[in-house]
């Protein structure tokens, strides 16, 4: 099993900056790679980014490219998500979820953390 948790979300203007982390513990060698997704009321759960646990290769979504970083710290068994130029439509619950799979579907990914509030206010 995994277990992940995620911190650094809260409230920033239009433009402004946040690093999320997701902290994993257990058997974390068992994962290929860890996600962020990110869920706004009302909709659906989106994918935001995925690097590879061992490799460091990175897949990002098309609406956060350029804007935003995901990085691990193996040392730290840690994955962040820096997002800069965040935009109100970038508010929602955003999660953090680790995947012994290639696929970035969510129904892929076997283990999730509870989640943090970003909110962009306009």
């Known amino acids: 099993q995994v277990q992940l948790v995620e911190s650094g979300g809260g409230l920033v203007q239009t433009g402004g900056s946040l690093r999320l982390s997701c902290a994993a513990s257990g058997r974390t060698l068992s994962m290929y790679g860890v996600g962020w997704f990110r869920q706004a009321p009302g909709k659906e759960r989106e994918f935001v980014a995925r690097i590879s646990w061992n490799s460091g290769t990175t897949v990002y979504a098309d609406s956060v490219k350029g804007r935003f970083t995901i990085s691990r710290d193996n040392a730290k068994n840690t994955v962040y998500l820096q997002m800069n130029s965040l935009k109100p439509e970038d508010t929602a619950v955003y999660f953090c979820?680790?995947?012994?799979?290639?696929?970035?579907?969510?129904?892929?990914?076997?283990?999730w953390g509870q989640g943090t509030q970003v909110t962009v206010s306009s």
């Open positions: 979820a680790g995947t012994r799979s290639v696929s970035l579907r969510p129904a892929s990914f076997d283990y």
